[in-house]
């Protein structure tokens, strides 16, 4: 017999699309499917008493509480005998060894964790478990709350950075998300939001550099590709043709070259959470507001279309990044030594970006 398998992430990576939980086939199909939970169940119930759930389920207890490190695969009963076709075994999970003379075990099958539980439990941990969800639901009481908690906050981070821009009327945020999701609407759409950081001109400015300045300011978000190629190659525009070409200028997960061709390789991720707050918002929206939307645009910002090679002038209020990218696809990165004359906070005077080649 052949089984096959489908996989989905409940909650995407990237932008934290809610997907539909039905993913179950039809009765006496031979595929069996796998939810990977992870992100929803940080901030959203989740519930597996119809019918249509998948057949397999994976939490992490770590990224619900941030301690324990460890955790869940939530089995439907009528699936389970497919890992209890796994040819090896681990201490714990038999009863018996014979290993002089003849090879012979016999499997411990009083329960499906009996067979699949091998060597040392982390037994700390799950102690630490039952302590993690008793605190969670007394200062939270359910993950429905905290679902439409974290929705609120969500609609009004996004309607403030749909609505922040440059004196020009230019958007100084480009916010990705599906056109059927929804901010506010907790079946539709997660507690993060993906995006990219705009000069007055619309180029993006590199992710990397919002982040690091975020954290100087005691703001902490993820930058990057994610973990999420299918989302960058969606949401971004890139084709597999122009992402090989992006390789072979030298562009890497962990290297990455911050813009090409006038579009960014990666986005800047703001996650909320159950103890996040209205006035973290406030705090993100006036930290993107102080730093990025300009007041003036410089004549010199603007591009020469004449121009025999495609280049794009990044401006900061600390620093101004020139990113040259020529016909041949090779990307080429000058950091200019001096400031710009741009008027900077004494916050920036204070805590001057720090900038590496």
């Known amino acids: 017999m052949v089984c096959k398998g489908a996989f989905s992430p409940y909650a995407s ?21 796998l939810l990977d939970a992870a992100a929803l169940a940080t901030t959203c119930p989740i519930d597996l008493s119809d019918e249509g759930a998948p057949d397999f389920t994976c939490v992490s207890f770590y990224k619900i509480f941030g301690f324990p490190n460890i955790g ?3 089995v439907r009963k009528e699936a389970g005998h497919m890992l209890q ?18 090879t012979w075990h016999a499997k411990r099958d009083s329960s499906l964790h009996d067979e699949l539980e091998d060597g040392t439990l982390p037994f700390h941990s799950i102690f630490a478990l039952g302590h993690a969800l008793d605190v969670h639901q007394q200062l939270f009481e359910s993950m429905s709350r905290i679902s439409t908690h974290t929705a ?13 821009t440059h004196s020009n009327g230019l958007p100084a945020c480009r916010i990705y998300k599906d056109p059927e999701a929804m901010y506010g609407d907790p079946k539709t759409q997660g507690a993060t939001i993906a995006f990219n950081v705009l000069d007055s001109v619309g180029t993006p400015i590199p992710f990397t550099e919002v982040e690091k300045l975020a954290n100087i300011n005691g703001i902490y978000i ?12 969606n949401f971004l525009g890139f084709d597999a043709s122009e992402m090989r070409a992006a390789f072979a200028a030298g562009h890497r997960c962990s290297r990455p070259l911050m813009v090409i ?14 103890m996040s707050t209205l006035s973290d918002v406030n ?26 090679v495609a280049e794009s002038v990044i401006m900061h209020k600390t620093a101004t990044h020139t990113i040259t990218i020529t016909a041949s696809g090779k990307a080429k990165r000058h950091w200019m030594k001096t400031l710009t004359n741009l008027i900077r906070t004494k916050k920036d005077v204070d805590n001057p970006l720090r900038v590496s080649a």
Request: glycine share 12%; with cysteine; hydrophobic share 40%.
């Open 13 to 33: 990576h990237f932008a934290k699309l809610l997907r539909p939980a039905k993913l179950r086939s039809k009765k006496g199909a031979k595929i069996y499917t």
């Open 72 to 74: 869940a695969l939530i």
């Open 85 to 102: 076709q796994r040819k090896y075994f681990g201490g714990g999970t038999v009863d018996m060894i014979i290993a002089l003379d003849d």
């Open 152 to 164: 609120y906050l969500a609609k009004q981070l996004f309607n403030g950075m749909s609505t922040l």
């Open 222 to 233: 993820r930058a990057g590709g994610l973990c999420n190629p299918g989302g960058v190659a």
């Open 261 to 274: 061709q006038g579009r960014a390789t990666g986005v800047v991720r703001v996650s909320l959470g159950a």
């Open 283 to 308: 705090t993100f929206l006036a930290f993107l507001k102080n730093n990025y939307a300009v007041e003036t645009v410089s004549p010199g910002l603007q591009r020469s279309s004449k121009s025999s």
